[in-house]
């Protein structure tokens, strides 16, 4: 039997005492944090296998676009951008998709998909390039005063120097030659010289001349 002296009997009816008037509370709260501590690794989890499985799809897609069937890329992008709509993947996978509808002709559905990245994707480069893409499939259609106000919308600086040159374009179709001239040469003035597309832009530039 473990006996006390005065002095230790001291001590532990005090922390007796202290226990009585504070235990419950102590329990609770350790409770609650061991709670908490295990939801916290229990969501980690959750986001970890999200985003594998987004990623195994991602990489599935990739597989699929080799087969150039818009029907089966179409589906595959779909289980990302309703599965996975919060990853970064989704908006990629509507790129492609949106990408092999208009080599299959159904610019339609290619619109869907990018404006589906113009709604949800978070990164404002893919929303930029979402309406670059859109803005040319609209040039191709005729669509021009539609294509314009959406290049008007606003968009990054990185995208600024592919903007105005689409602009340049849309207003080539539409004979505004001096528009278009200055709207190349704003196009120059932002790109790197070392870019390829640098290069292009001087040469639609180029092409008009000083007439009208």
């Known amino acids: 039997m473990v006996t006390y002296n005065h002095e230790d009997q001291e001590r532990v009816d005090g922390l007796k005492g202290w226990w009585d008037s504070y235990g419950t509370a102590?329990?609770?709260?350790?409770?609650?944090?061991?709670v908490t501590i295990g939801a916290i690794k229990a969501w980690e989890y959750y986001q970890q296998?999200?985003?594998?499985?987004?990623?195994?799809?991602?990489?599935?897609?990739?597989?699929?676009?080799?087969?150039?069937?818009?029907?089966?890329?179409n589906d595959t992008a779909q289980l990302l951008m309703q599965g996975y709509s919060s990853s970064g993947y989704a908006p990629r996978a509507a790129l492609i998709a949106a990408q092999a509808d208009v080599h299959a002709g159904n610019n339609k559905r290619a619109i869907q998909n990018l404006q589906w990245i113009l709604d949800h994707a978070k990164e404002i480069e893919m929303r930029d390039l979402a309406r670059l893409r859109?803005?040319?499939i609209l040039l191709d259609e005729g669509k021009y005063d539609e294509a314009l106000r959406l290049l008007d919308t606003g968009y990054?600086?990185?995208?600024?120097?592919?903007?105005?040159?689409?602009?340049?374009?849309?207003?080539?179709?539409?004979?505004?030659?001096?528009?278009a001239?200055?709207?190349?040469?704003?196009?120059?003035?932002v790109l790197d010289k070392s870019n390829n597309y640098y290069n292009i832009v001087q040469m639609k530039l180029d092409g008009l001349g000083n007439s009208e």
Not at 26 to 34: A, K, P, Q
Not at 181 to 189: G, P, V
């Open 26 to 34: 102590i329990v609770i709260i350790m409770t609650v944090m061991l």
């Open 181 to 189: 001239r200055l709207s190349y040469q704003e196009a120059i003035n």
């Open 134 to 136: 859109i803005s040319g």
């Open 156 to 179: 990054s600086e990185a995208f600024s120097g592919l903007y105005l040159d689409r602009k340049g374009d849309i207003q080539v179709a539409t004979q505004r030659i001096s528009e």
């Open 49 to 73: 296998k999200q985003a594998q499985q987004a990623a195994d799809l991602y990489a599935l897609l990739k597989q699929v676009q080799a087969g150039n069937d818009s029907e089966k890329i």
